[in-house]
């Protein structure tokens, strides 16, 4: 079976400026990586480092598509961006939650919170994603199994 990632992108306009909305749909993995991070380049290029990625449709993400999702948010927030996630399906809330990106991505249950929401965090309120934080590893320390 060929696994394939399908992705959407527009320029969505909220109250100070615009967000990038990406809608992917299929599989994020190792075989569909490569897809997905020429368009996330394509967009940080632009210039635009607010982004609004929909995973409504998304049947399976990997660890390699989680580490393009980790390196794209460290991307946008060094630019003073950010991505949110909107529409997780429930069996990758399982996942997010067990590797502890729940606490580093800002996940929304619809479009309209997390379009509100741009603007009104702070960057004391955001993970620290530098290699020498330790934010991530305790989060995984404390996790369950």
């Known amino acids: 079976m060929l696994k394939k990632v399908d992705l959407h992108t527009e320029t969505v306009p909220v109250r ?9 749909s299929g599989y994020l993995d190792s075989s569909t990586f490569p897809r997905l991070q020429e368009c996330l380049d394509r967009l940080m290029d632009s210039g635009n480092y ?19 999702l980790m390196g794209f948010l460290k991307r946008a927030r060094e630019h003073d961006g950010d991505l949110k996630i909107v529409n997780l399906p429930a069996k990758i809330v399982r996942i997010f939650d067990l590797l502890g990106f729940s606490q580093i991505f800002n996940v929304y249950p619809d479009e309209a919170d997390a379009l509100a929401s741009f603007g009104k965090r702070s960057d004391a309120e955001l993970p620290d994603l530098s290699p020498d934080s330790e934010e991530l590893g305790e989060e995984n320390s404390e996790t369950d199994l």
């Open 16 to 24: 100070d400026g615009t967000v990038q909305k990406i809608e992917a």
């Open 50 to 68: 607010r982004y609004l990625f929909d995973l409504k449709d998304v049947e399976y993400i990997s660890s390699a598509g989680l580490g393009i």
